[in-house]
């Protein structure tokens, strides 16, 4: 059985898979933004693989929030980054496309082995969930560590927090809102303030490469 | 009860808001001296009140919140006093930014002091969130290029932690759901109602995602690598605050969570992973410490392996969990002291490399007299409060089923030891470049740092009745 919820989450791995592959970091933000707008469409999908109704007010806040904030606000955040600090490509990463390609497809497949352990004790809608969930995470964990340019880490940041919240989703329906709006305001002050992290970043060293950043050590 | 736990955390935000557009420097100082000794008689006010005590669904005093608070309270006061010609004749460095230090500064007392009575897990985790984001300008204090970097690798790595945290949260939230969808919600009270029922593969995973989360911010190793940059980087009085009290607070974050594996019956487990992180850090820290040769570096290594003597401690339980809460408080107040120390050798000399720091004991007496007692004490050396709290810990191992442990944390201990104080001593000796006593050493920047010394060696002679009884307390509610 295939429900819409389904096909999204299998569009948000989908993206962040096409995240790790490209070396361009327009794209990689673009991306973002298209895992943004999925995740604006999965409250009301998961509310409707229980039986065609309308989408609760609950489900509908929760859907405009993330669509506003991760498919529109940082995306554009981020893209004015790029065009202000000019640059456009992921020069040498630390791990090249072809071993992070690899790494990605074991790190998917990880997700999925576990996800089929870990069964959640309740009905959500999706038995990609849980899978979906915790690729986005590890895929996050990829990109933070195997590229240097700030944006993509940050980028990379957006997919682990993506994941995050896809798993609160699931929860929604039992835990009280806190765990929705905690998620908003993990995504809001830690992308909001690494923005201006970069901002000066760029400032100080004419460019964003972190590989910069590591006179502090031992 | 209420009117102090709202003080606490209140008083400190609705000052840094009123002196936020405040230009004088002398205005700002007033709010966060206030600021500092409401907080100190707020926490002082706690003391006498009946343990536990709660207030609505989200906060609550319990004799572990009432520890952190304590700690963060008393330094926090120290570090204000220290402060204050800090902020009144400039620092070193003139590419410093003050108009944005005091608010932030009380920012975070404020969020520190909501961690430390928090009684539900998503206000605990939003707190801690807070903390994060409240010290991140404290560490760009100086805008100079490796500052920057700190911030940077501060909030990335922290991020992530504080993002892993929250995963394991929600996994939490999974392991209290009944198969029916029944969620007794994530107050601290109703998932320990119904620990027993808890799905334990959830909860075992929840508990590994929040120990690395909230670890990456404790600074256990392998996730540590944000502090010594970090805590090098920032002005003293800061650094005193991340090592004493903020690193605390991550600790109270893994030990609310511990306390649900200990009344899920899953302590072992938790143990375990306790007894893996700490003697990594152990080892990681005590083989950094040797031939450190920064010693603001140095110093923050020294919080690495001190943040795993008490993992180590709380991985062999028993007994020797009164030993990490105590070597907890022993740690938070000479590690304080230390980089206030440090901070005055920094305000003579110009430079955190020791090898160009010559004659401390002649250009900075009182400070290289404190900072021999203070280097010994955090080496743990007789008659000093470390080396109670360690020896606990050490008796607890030895007592247990692997006596090796206790071993080989007595191993790391000396070689941390030697680490500490092959950097440290030969700094006070020497002829002093400049000679004559520094004017870095005034009354305030010795009488906080002097005051901590006497602690650290009251507590190792003597630890006073109720603080013992509060120390007892907590390790029971750890199973201890």
Not at chain 1, 56 to 73: D, M, N, P, W
Not at chain 2, 295 to 311: D, F, H, P, T, W
């Amino acid at each position: 059985m295939s429900s819409g919820a389904d096909v999204l989450l299998a569009a948000l791995i989908v993206a962040a898979l096409y995240m790790v592959a490209t070396s361009r970091l327009g794209a990689c933000v673009r991306a973002s933004a298209v895992q943004g707008i999925i995740l604006g469409a999965l409250p009301v999908a998961l509310e409707w693989t229980h039986g065609p109704q309308a989408p609760s007010l609950h489900a509908g806040l929760l859907a405009f929030g993330a669509l506003g904030i991760k498919a529109i606000v940082i995306p554009r955040l981020l893209l004015r980054s790029i065009r202000e600090a000019g640059v456009r490509r992921e020069v040498e990463p630390m791990a090249s496309l072809h071993v992070s390609i690899l790494g990605a497809a074991i790190l998917v497949a990880a997700a999925f082995w576990l996800g089929r352990h870990m069964d959640l004790p309740f009905p959500v809608g999706s038995r990609l969930l849980v899978p979906a969930a915790l690729a986005n995470v590890l895929l996050g964990f990829l990109l933070i560590v195997a590229r240097r340019q700030a944006i993509t880490q940050v980028v990379g940041y957006l997919v682990l927090e993506n994941g995050v919240f896809v798993f609160g989703l699931g929860l929604a329906a039992h835990q009280p809102i806190v765990v929705e709006l905690s998620v908003l305001l993990d995504l809001l002050v830690g992308v909001f303030v690494m923005g201006v992290a970069i901002h000066h970043i760029s400032e100080t060293f004419d460019h964003m490469d972190t590989t910069a950043l590591v006179s502090l050590r031992e | 009860m209420t009117g102090a736990i709202c003080l606490v955390v209140g008083f400190p935000a609705v000052v840094a808001l009123g002196v936020w557009r405040l230009r004088a420097v002398r205005g700002q100082l007033a709010g966060l001296i206030g600021a500092a000794a409401v907080h100190l008689a707020g926490t002082a006010v706690l003391w006498r009140a009946p343990l536990p005590t709660r207030i609505g669904s989200l906060i609550g005093i319990d004799a572990l919140g009432l520890l952190v608070l304590s700690l963060v309270s008393v330094l926090f006061f120290a570090a204000t006093l220290y402060s204050v010609p800090y902020l009144l004749d400039g620092t070193h460095d003139a590419a410093s930014a003050p108009q944005r230090f005091v608010p932030c500064l009380l920012a975070f007392l404020s969020a520190m002091s909501l961690v430390s009575v928090s009684h539900n897990l998503a206000l605990l985790w939003a707190a801690v969130e807070a903390t994060t984001l409240a010290s991140a300008p404290l560490i760009y204090f100086y805008r100079r290029p490796g500052s920057l970097e700190a911030t940077w690798k501060y909030l990335l790595v922290c991020s992530v932690g504080i993002a892993l945290a929250l995963l394991g949260t929600f996994f939490l939230g999974v392991a209290s759901t009944a198969p029916d969808g029944q969620a007794p919600g994530l107050g601290l009270d109703q998932v320990l109602a119904v620990a027993a029922s808890l799905d334990h593969r959830w909860l075992r995973a929840a508990f590994v995602l929040v120990l690395v989360g909230y670890g990456t911010k404790m600074g256990l190793a392998p996730l540590h690598t944000w502090l010594p940059d970090a805590h090098s980087q920032a002005p003293s009085p800061v650094s005193a605050l991340l090592s004493g009290a903020l690193l605390n607070c991550a600790l109270l974050a893994i030990l609310r969570f511990y306390a649900i594996c200990v009344a899920a019956g899953q302590a072992a487990f938790a143990q375990t992973l306790f007894l893996g992180l700490g003697f990594l850090s152990l080892l990681v820290g005590a083989a950094l410490l040797l031939g450190q040769r920064d010693y603001k570096r140095l110093l923050a290594y020294s919080s690495v392996e001190n943040m795993g003597v008490i993992a180590v401690g709380l991985g062999v339980a028993g007994a020797a969990t009164y030993g990490a809460l105590l070597h907890m408080v022993n740690h938070s107040v000479v590690k304080a002291a230390l980089f206030l120390l440090a901070g005055n050798v920094l305000r003579a000399y110009g430079t955190t490399v020791a090898d160009e720091v010559h004659g401390v004991a002649r250009r900075l007496p009182m400070s290289a007299a404190l900072l021999t007692l203070a280097a010994f004490a955090i080496g743990g050396s007789p008659p000093f409060g470390p080396f109670v709290s360690e020896i606990t810990i050490f008796f607890g191992a030895m007592g247990g089923s692997a006596p090796w442990f206790g071993v080989a944390f007595v191993v790391l201990l000396g070689i941390a030891f030697v680490g500490v104080a092959g950097t440290l001593f030969p700094m006070l000796d020497g002829e002093a470049a400049a000679g004559g006593r520094s004017p870095a050493e005034r009354v305030l920047t010795v009488l906080s740092p002097a005051a901590l010394a006497f602690i650290v060696v009251a507590f190792g002679l003597y630890i006073p009745a109720r603080l013992d009884d509060l120390l007892r307390r907590a390790a029971a509610a750890l199973g201890g």
